[in-house]
C-alpha cells in the first residue's frame, strides 16, 4: 500500500496535465475555446433529454459505487478521522468534476475539429501528426489506466479474496487472480458500445450494488447508530454471527431490493442480452432508476426489519 501511495502521488498529477495539454491541444485545432463551447445538443431539453439522463446518471454512480464500498480498504490505513475525511472530500469528487468537464470540451472540440466527437482519449491521440505529442499522449493513457486499475479494481478484490482463504491466497496472491479475471471476463466487448456498456451493464451492477449500499448504510447509521461491537465483528459466536454466519434479514433486502432495481432491465433493440420489454416487463420503468430504487427499497426493508427484533439476533 505504501508503494501504491508513492505511485498516485505522481500519477493522478501526471494525468491531470496530460488531460489540460489535451483540451489545448484540442483548443488550437478548433481555433479557440469558443468552438468547443458552441457544439449544439443533439438532445432537447424536455422529452428526449430526460430518457437518457436518469439511466445515464446510474450508470455513472455505479462505475464508481464499487470504490465506494470499498472505500475502507484506504481509509483503514489514514492517519485519523479527519485524514481520511478530508481525502475522500477533497480527492474524488474534485477530480472527478474536473475530468468530466475536460472530457465533455475535448470531444466537443473533436467534434468541431474531425466533424464526429471521438471519447476515445486513444482514438483521439491517434489522430495527432506530432509523434512527440503521440507518445506524451499514451503514456498519460498507460499512467492513467494503470493508477485507476491498480487502486480502485485490484486492491479491494485482492484483500476480498485473500478473506476468502487466507491459508491459501496472500495479498499479492489475490491482486494476480484478479487481473487474471480481468483479462477473462473480456472487459472491451462492454465498452463496445455505449448502449451495452452505459445502459444494460452498469445499469445491472449499479442496481445490485445500489441495493448493497442501502443494507449498509441502514445497518450501520439507523439501526446501530455508528456503534459496534469491535471484538465481536471477528467472532465466530459474536452479535453479528447471526445464522451461521448469515444475517437472513440483510439476505432478505438484498433479494427485494435486486428484484425491484434489475429486475425491469432491458436492451435497445440488438444491443444487449436483455428483451426489449424488460426482463419483468412491469417493473421496467424502475430500471432506469436502479441504483436509487435498489438503494431505497434494501434501506427502509433492512431497518424496518431489523428493528421489529433486536440488532443482533
Do not use: C
Amino acid at each position: 500500500m505504501e508503494a501504491l501511495r508513492r505511485f498516485e502521488n505522481w500519477a493522478a498529477p501526471f494525468v491531470i496535465v496530460g488531460a489540460l495539454v489535451l483540451l489545448v491541444w484540442v483548443s488550437a485545432k478548433a481555433g479557440g475555446l469558443g468552438p468547443l463551447l458552441d457544439q449544439p445538443s443533439k438532445l432537447g431539453w424536455g422529452a428526449d433529454f430526460w430518457p437518457v439522463f436518469f439511466p445515464s446518471l446510474m450508470g455513472m454512480i455505479a462505475f464508481w459505487a464499487t470504490l465506494s464500498l470499498n472505500i475502507p480498504d484506504f481509509t483503514r490505513f489514514g492517519a485519523g478521522q479527519r485524514a481520511q475525511v478530508l481525502g475522500q472530500t477533497l480527492g474524488l469528487p474534485t477530480t472527478m468534476t474536473l475530468f468530466a468537464l475536460l472530457s465533455v470540451l475535448v470531444t466537443s472540440g473533436s467534434q468541431a475539429v474531425y466533424g464526429a466527437p471521438v471519447w476515445d482519449p486513444v482514438a483521439l491521440a491517434a489522430k495527432t501528426d506530432n509523434v512527440f505529442g503521440l507518445l506524451f499522449a499514451l503514456v498519460t493513457v498507460l499512467v492513467a489506466t494503470l493508477s485507476v486499475n491498480i487502486a480502485a479494481n485490484v486492491v479491494s478484490p485482492a484483500y476480498d479474496l485473500a478473506h476468502l482463504a487466507p491459508k491459501l491466497i496472500d495479498f499479492r496472491t489475490g491482486a494476480l487472480i484478479t487481473g487474471v479475471v480481468g483479462v477473462v471476463i473480456m472487459p472491451w466487448k462492454l465498452t463496445a458500445t455505449p448502449e451495452l456498456y452505459i445502459f444494460t451493464w452498469l445499469g445491472l451492477v449499479g442496481g445490485l450494488l445500489g441495493t448493497v449500499a442501502g443494507i449498509l448504510i441502514a445497518d450501520y447509521w439507523l439501526v446501530r447508530r455508528t456503534v459496534l461491537d469491535l471484538g465481536g465483528l471477528y467472532r465466530a459466536d459474536g452479535p453479528y454471527w447471526y445464522r451461521g454466519g448469515w444475517n437472513p434479514v440483510a439476505v432478505l433486502a438484498f433479494a427485494v431490493g435486486g428484484v425491484l432495481a434489475v429486475g425491469g432491465s432491458h436492451s435497445a433493440p440488438g444491443t444487449g442480452p436483455f428483451p426489449e420489454d424488460g426482463l419483468i416487463p412491469f417493473l421496467e420503468p424502475l430500471a432506469d432508476y436502479g441504483w436509487a430504487v435498489g438503494l431505497a427499497a434494501s434501506l427502509l426493508l433492512y431497518t424496518a426489519l431489523m428493528r421489529r427484533g433486536p440488532a443482533s439476533p
